[in-house]
């Protein structure tokens, strides 16, 4: 996703006390962000950010930080956050490539991937959110027995990952290719494109990865 341009989107990001300016400042010491050592859960590409508010509002003892590259999306979802009474959640505007220098090893619990960008060409592999790239990030910061969730419509994709996660060293402890329809819906949070997909018929596909070292 990324919208059109919209004017003044950087300046109110950058005075919004929803989004954390300089992350990389807060490197091992999150828990004094959010003035708690509650786990710390990260949705990467939160896009508007339904699912993460949902999650935040809905689990007040986790902390919760959802990650958007583009400033025009991030700010749709500061919108609905000024609406929201929540003290345990924060964007950043960030490319989660660059998660590594922002959390240090071990600080964060859980990683959500929702309906991330497929990039079906070969040659752009590598910017799947679910290549060995990615998923080496996701070991630096992850707690030892932490996991990533990830859910799409995008078949091509998903099959992809039931491969290349493995092969940079996690298990695949639960799949599904229809979640709506299995045992992994229980306590599921639509995220914007999960609801517009399922409206449309399209079977969601869902896995959850575990580190293994
Ligand atoms: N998760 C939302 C949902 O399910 O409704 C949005 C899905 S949208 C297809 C993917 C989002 O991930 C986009 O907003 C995109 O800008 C963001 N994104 C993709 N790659 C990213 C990256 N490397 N770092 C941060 N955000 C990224």
Known sequence: MRLRHIQGAEETIASSPFVIQEPK????????????????????????GRFIMEKASANPDINYIGIERYSSVLLRGLQKRSEMDLENIYFMRIDAKDMAEIFAPGEVDRIYL?????????R????????PVFMSVYDKILAPRGVVEFKTDNRGLFEYSLESIPSAGWEITEHTFDLHNSTMAEGNVMTEYEMKFASEGKPICKLIARRTG
């Open 25 to 48: 400042q807060h490197r091992g010491t999150w828990n004094q962000v959010f003035g708690s050592s509650s786990p710390l859960e990260i949705e990467v590409g939160m896009g508007k």
């Open 124 to 131: 752009h592999a590598k910017r799947r959110l679910t290549s």
């Open 114 to 122: 929702n309906f991330s960008d497929p990039w079906p060409k070969d």
